[in-house]
C-alpha cells in the first residue's frame, strides 16, 4: 500500500491577501494543484480524501478530475481550530450539503453524519489534531494495508504533519528551504500497515515552490 500525504497548495491566506478563514488558492496555488497530476501519470490512484476547506479540495480537484475519482471529504483532516486564529471562528461555515453542492465529485466520508456540523465547537490543542488524524488512520487507511491501494490525502500543515508522524514515526525528511505547500510525502506500508519505504517528492513544482515567509496555515 502506498500513501501519499499532500498539504493543499499555497492559499490566499498564506500571502497574506485575504483574512477569510475558508479561502481559495492563489494564482500559485493553482498551478502547483496543477502540477500534481502529471507527477501521478503513471500512478494508480484507488482513493483520494481530501480536507473539507476549499484550498484543499481545489488542491485535489485537477488530480481527481484526471483520475476520474471521487473526493471523499474527511472533517478530521481539516485545519486546526484554535484561539490564535479567530477568523475562524468568525467564518460562516458551509454544512456538508453546500460543500457537496458547490463542489460536484465531493462527498462526505461515510463515518460522518452529514446532519452533523463538519467544524469543532470549541478551540483545539495540537493533541486533538494528533487524536483525530490518528482516528482516520486507524479507521480508513490501516484497513487498506496489505492490498495495492494507492492513496492520497490532502490536508494542512497541522493535519497532514500529524499524520505523517503517525504513519512513520521514524521517517528523517532532509531539510527544505521552502515552504510544503504542494510538496508529496509517499509511504509505503506493509500488509501490517507498518512503514517500510518513505520519500518526499518536490520536482513537480520544482519552479513554483512557495517560499518560506509563506504563512504556515
Given amino acids: 500500500m502506498h500513501i501519499y500525504v499532500i498539504r493543499h497548495g499555497e492559499s490566499l491566506g498564506n500571502i497574506g491577501q485575504t483574512e477569510v478563514a475558508n479561502c481559495d488558492l492563489s494564482d500559485r496555488g493553482k498551478i502547483q494543484a496543477e502540477r500534481l497530476v502529471p507527477f501521478f501519470e503513471k500512478i494508480a490512484l484507488t482513493r483520494i480524501y481530501s480536507s473539507p476547506f476549499k484550498r484543499t479540495i481545489q488542491t485535489a480537484l485537477p488530480l481527481a478530475g484526471n483520475k476520474g475519482l471521487p473526493i471523499i471529504l474527511v472533517p ?81 500543515g497541522a493535519s497532514t504533519n500529524q499524520l505523517r508522524r503517525q504513519i512513520c514515526p521514524d521517517a528523517a525528511f532532509p531539510k527544505i528551504d521552502f515552504n510544503t505547500n504542494a510538496v508529496i510525502y509517499e509511504y509505503r506500508l506493509d500488509d501490517r500497515g507498518e512503514c517500510v519505504e518513505y520519500n518526499i517528492h518536490y520536482q513537480h513544482i520544482a519552479d513554483c515552490l512557495s517560499p518560506l515567509k509563506a504563512r504556515d496555515h
Fill in 76 to 156: 478530521d483532516m481539516r485545519e486546526i481550530f484554535n484561539q490564535a486564529w479567530a477568523n475562524l471562528w468568525e467564518y460562516d461555515w458551509e454544512d456538508c450539503a453546500e460543500i457537496e453542492s458547490m463542489f460536484p465529485g465531493t462527498k462526505f466520508i461515510e463515518s460522518h453524519d452529514k446532519a452533523r456540523q463538519w467544524w469543532p465547537a470549541e478551540a483545539e490543542e495540537a493533541d486533538h489534531v494528533q487524536e483525530r488524524t490518528g482516528r482516520f488512520l486507524r479507521q480508513e487507511l490501516l484497513p487498506l494495508a496489505g492490498g495495492n491501494e494507492r492513496v492520497a490525502v490532502f490536508g494542512h
